[in-house]
């Protein structure tokens, strides 16, 4: 039986996170090299869904960022369109190599205002750089795509982890910067933690009062 320590919270928010885009575009090996500094040439598509976390500390609060790595073949998206709801944060990746995978984001980005939050931080994420040599997809017309679409943007390499920490940390710290911009009172949420698998609301729920740090589920 395991103790009771095993399921204290070690986190002040849960903030999740999906990762989305075509697939063979390094989604799960950016997740890995992320959440356990590795990278698996070998490396299979994901079928359906898995998740891993990492906790980062902003303003002196731990953030347990809760990543989802969601499969890009098409006939897992009735699947996958179920785990946008509650994120709060997603990652568009595309192959720099692969000028499709790029070519589809804006499929991607329409996935997400379809199925996801209004207030969703979403971060366009140009991977495998150390192909350099191979590019297809230039940064600068990257770039203006994501400027045009007010998406945070970072080219990576989970090979090298060129840029890895910084992409997920830019969308976490963009998440909890919201949260302040929403004028939440970030110290409510010091005493007790939302169940394991929820995320914590970006607004409080109306004319709530001892109940008013209820989570959504994600």
């Not at 040599?133 to 090298?160: D, I, M």
């Not at 009172?185 to 939302?194: M, R, T």
């Amino acid at each position: 039986m395991a103790d009771m320590e095993d399921y204290a919270y070690d986190y002040d928010y849960l903030l999740k996170i999906v990762l989305i885009g075509d697939s063979g575009v390094g989604k799960s090996n950016l997740l890995s090299r992320f959440t356990r500094n590795g990278f698996n040439l070998d490396s299979k598509s994901t079928i359906g869904v898995e998740f891993a976390t990492k906790t980062l500390e902003v303003d002196g609060k731990k953030l347990k960022a809760q990543i989802w790595d969601t499969a890009g073949q098409e006939r897992y998206r009735a699947i996958t369109s179920a785990y946008y709801r509650g994120a709060m944060g997603a990652l568009i990746v595309y192959d720099i190599t692969k000028p499709e995978t790029y070519e589809n984001v804006s499929k991607w980005l329409k996935e997400l205002k379809d199925h996801a939050d209004d207030n969703l931080v979403v971060e366009l994420v140009g991977n495998k750089s150390d192909l350099e040599h191979l590019r297809g997809v230039p940064t600068e017309e990257a770039k203006h795509f994501a400027a045009e679409n007010q998406l945070l943007f970072t080219e990576t390499s989970a090979l090298n982890a060129d840029n890895v920490d910084l992409s997920f940390e830019q969308v976490a710290k963009a998440i909890y910067n919201m949260v302040k911009k929403n004028q939440l009172d970030l110290s409510d949420y010091s005493g007790a933690k939302p169940p394991t698998g929820q995320t914590i609301s970006l607004t409080p729920t109306p004319g709530a009062e001892s109940n008013k740090h209820k989570s959504n589920c994600c």
